[in-house]
């Protein structure tokens, strides 16, 4: 372990931060969050801090682990910061203080190409091309063209080095491999599988990148190869910490989809056809369930939907669509166990039957305490879960177990300026912690209007009025303006009335990948970005680019959400108020999250717009405008839009 002074040397005004970063300056915050990391990896502790933008977070904990000389992993919210994190900031960090230490990064396995099936689904061999037994549309199709092109001199196999596919491409989840599917060590490409070299980098590395699903996919020892990694860590250090009770809570769980029937009903045909044509029976087994997994989506809500499965499981039509599920999984359970030993492949496809079955009975277990069982559907496929209520109990036994230092950090962990709420969830109330503000002058660079005489949220004329409130914001900041909403019923009213009434270009989420749209954004410096929940996080265009951001209301989570419902009635018996526990701190961390898109430099300025009154004539909108930046405040309209306009005078004097 290097001493302090290694620390304070690196990030000082000569050190070799200041040597490899082209306008380097120190920030105490940034220091004083760097010697608080290595003096918990020192001890072996367990940290909390809330680093305001600005901060310079990533170097305040990458320093102090290369110091260290223990093996680190990283963990991050989103494959963006991921490859962030990898590909610049680490080898910065290493090169400006002249280390040895080996780096990696891990995704998880829906990243990587698997050859075995993408030979098997797709092979040129003439008797296998007849009898594929996957379907393709043409896009489809001209995207595997591009995926074989690639296959054949990608070192990596990260299919984010195709960056002309597009993220949603349906050959995809034909050309990856899942926990369901992998073969494992019987798999005949095994020796040169991309996941496999990539998990033997891992474990090599000293300093390991992965996100936080993969991270709690391992903990919940769902994805058994990635095992060993994590109890070799020294140090886990979590990098936008705020997601994870969400994450946690739904690895801790159980959950069973129609997607993981169809793909093993669509394996099991893939046999059928191509290896054990003789087993006629499997492939009426394998249709039969292909047929009641699609009815039993049907069964449900054309769009996507949660609900409480315990009562839908309590009416007729839905236990007896689930009761056919059943049989047909059976009736292909009963074939497949006829064909074991025949290939590898439909061993695996006997082995997944197995475990779905217990799926089915544990989503059938209507009364078991603690948890909440509920369904979720998108357009194609629906999930049933068995979620714990709490994770604390069993995360705090992981992280006392471990003896490693933990780091937990994000720009938005506290609310009103502590941090119970993050660390009841994971039980994580002996750890210390550390509330470092934004270096940037709110005050001067931004100002929050909170609008008057709005209608209320859901009535009739309030798409009309948000638009009547944006266009004068959006002429004053000349487009360069996001409107941030908390269901897409909104965004599509405010689209297209909005697009009806203002020249500038826009962009609305659902209709380009969230990549592209965001290049749009930035390549039309006058257009307007509408989204939802996505773009509340994890977005970051600075500079003049946006100086408007609008979010329609205060982001209270559905008071229909399955799975609030649950912990609210938990929390209730055991005395205490739902709202206070759960629904208000979960919103201000969202506000948080949503109102930090528009600072992100020092030179930053803009209006932030909150179209919701409860901020300023409800007791608890205390609570929230406790949580945000010091900005200016105004009710009025004109004060914003004059704001904007000067920001406007001032962009054009600096051009």
């Given at each position: 372990m290097k001493t302090t002074k290694s620390v304070s040397q690196a990030f000082s005004s000569t050190g070799p931060l200041a040597s490899a970063i082209a306008g380097f300056n120190p920030r105490q915050a940034q220091l004083d969050m760097s010697l608080e990391v290595e003096q918990v990896i020192a001890d072996k502790?367990?940290?909390?801090?809330?680093?305001?933008?600005?901060?310079?977070?990533?170097?305040a904990y990458l320093v102090p682990a290369f110091l260290s000389e223990q093996k680190t992993i990283v963990s991050t919210g989103t494959k963006t910061l991921q490859e962030q994190l990898f590909h610049k900031d680490l080898p910065l960090v290493k090169k400006a203080l002249d280390s040895t230490l080996k780096i990696a990064l891990l995704k998880g396995r829906s990243n990587y190409l698997c050859t075995y099936r993408l030979e098997e689904n797709f092979s040129s061999q003439p008797h296998k091309r007849r009898q594929a037994a996957v379907q393709l549309d043409a896009a489809a199709l001209a995207d595997l063209v591009k995926v074989r092109q690639w296959s054949s001199h990608t070192q990596s196999g990260d299919l984010g080095e195709l960056t002309d596919v597009a993220e949603d491409s349906a050959i995809f989840p034909q050309v990856t491999s899942t926990t369901d599917n992998c073969l494992g060590r019987q798999c005949p490409d095994y020796e040169t599988c991309f996941l496999v070299k990539a998990r033997e980098r891992a474990i090599e590395a000293d300093v390991l990148v992965v996100n936080h699903h993969l991270f709690f996919a391992d903990l919940a020892l769902k994805d058994t190869g990635f095992g060993e990694l994590i109890p070799s860590a020294e140090t886990i250090i979590f990098d936008e910490a705020h997601q994870l009770p969400d994450i946690a809570t739904e690895y801790f769980g159980q959950s069973f989809s129609s997607r993981q029937l169809l793909d093993l009903a669509s394996d099991c045909l893939q046999q059928y056809r191509v290896e054990l044509t003789d087993v006629k029976q499997?492939?009426?087994?394998?249709?039969?369930?292909?047929?009641?997994?699609?009815?039993?989506?049907?069964?449900?809500?054309?769009?996507?939907?949660?609900?409480?499965?315990?009562?839908?499981?309590?009416?007729?039509?839905?236990?007896?669509?689930?009761?056919?599920?059943?049989?047909?999984?059976?009736?292909?359970?009963?074939?497949?166990?006829?064909?074991?030993?025949?290939?590898?492949?439909?061993?695996?496809?006997?082995?997944?039957?197995?475990?779905?079955?217990?799926?089915?009975?544990?989503?059938?277990?209507v009364d078991k305490p603690g948890t909440s069982l509920w369904y979720e559907t998108?357009?194609?496929?629906?999930?049933?879960?068995?979620?714990?209520?709490?994770?604390?109990?069993?995360?705090?036994?992981?992280?006392?177990?471990?003896?490693?230092?933990?780091?937990?950090?994000?720009?938005?962990?506290?609310?009103?300026?502590?941090?119970?709420?993050?660390?009841?969830?994971?039980?994580?109330?002996?750890?210390?912690?550390?509330?470092?503000?934004?270096?940037?002058?709110?005050?001067?660079?931004?100002?929050?209007l909170v609008p008057r005489y709005l209608p209320e949220a859901y009535a009739n004329n309030r798409a009309q009025a948000l638009v009547d409130l944006a266009m004068p914001l959006i002429a004053a900041s000349d487009g360069r303006c996001f409107m941030l909403f908390t269901s897409y019923r909104m965004l599509n009213q405010v689209a297209e009335i909005l697009a009806q009434s203002i020249e500038n270009p826009l962009l609305v989420q659902g209709q380009l990948a969230k990549r592209v749209l965001l290049?749009?954004?930035?390549?039309?410096?006058?257009?307007?970005?509408?989204?939802?929940a996505s773009f509340w996080e994890g977005v970051d265009v600075r500079g003049d680019n946006l100086t408007c951001v609008i979010i329609d209301k205060l982001p209270f989570a559905s008071p229909d959400d399955?799975?609030?419902?649950?912990?609210?009635?938990?929390?209730?018996?055991?005395?205490?108020?739902?709202?206070?526990?759960?629904?208000?701190?979960?919103?201000?961390?969202?506000?948080?999250?949503?109102?930090?898109?528009?600072?992100?430099?020092?030179?930053?300025?803009?209006?932030?717009?909150?179209?919701?009154?409860?901020?300023?004539?409800?007791?608890?909108?205390?609570?929230?405008?406790?949580?945000?930046?010091?900005?200016?405040?105004?009710?009025?309209?004109?004060?914003?839009?004059?704001?904007?306009?000067?920001?406007?005078?001032?962009?054009?004097r600096e051009i």
């Open positions: 502790q367990t940290l909390l801090v809330e680093a305001g933008t600005g901060t310079g977070k990533t170097f499997l492939g009426k087994a394998a249709e039969k369930l292909q047929r009641s997994a699609a009815d039993f989506r049907l069964l449900f809500g054309q769009n996507p939907e949660r609900g409480d499965w315990r009562q839908r499981l309590r009416m007729s039509t839905f236990a007896q669509g689930f009761n056919h599920v059943i049989d047909d999984l059976k009736f292909l359970y009963e074939v497949l166990k006829l064909c074991v030993s025949r290939t590898e492949a439909i061993d695996n496809c006997f082995e997944r039957a197995t475990t779905l079955l217990n799926l089915c009975d544990l989503m059938q277990q998108t357009r194609r496929h629906i999930t049933l879960h068995l979620t714990p209520l709490s994770v604390a109990d069993k995360f705090s036994e992981v992280v006392s177990k471990s003896q490693s230092a933990w780091v937990f950090t994000s720009a938005t962990l506290a609310v009103d300026g502590k941090f119970e709420h993050f660390s009841r969830q994971l039980g994580l109330s002996a750890a210390r912690s550390m509330l470092l503000d934004s270096p940037f002058d709110y005050a001067r660079q931004s100002l929050l290049d749009h954004f930035i390549e039309q410096p006058d257009s307007v970005l509408l989204a939802t399955p799975l609030l419902q649950a912990k609210s009635a938990d929390v209730k018996r055991q005395g205490k108020d739902p709202f206070a526990e759960i629904q208000l701190p979960q919103a201000v961390i969202a506000l948080k999250q949503g109102v930090g898109r528009l600072i992100r430099d020092i030179d930053d300025r803009g209006v932030m717009a909150i179209c919701d009154a409860r901020l300023v004539n409800r007791q608890y909108g205390q609570v929230f405008l406790n949580s945000l930046p010091d900005m200016q405040r105004t009710r009025e309209l004109d004060r914003a839009t004059a704001f904007l306009e000067t920001i406007n005078r001032q962009t054009e």
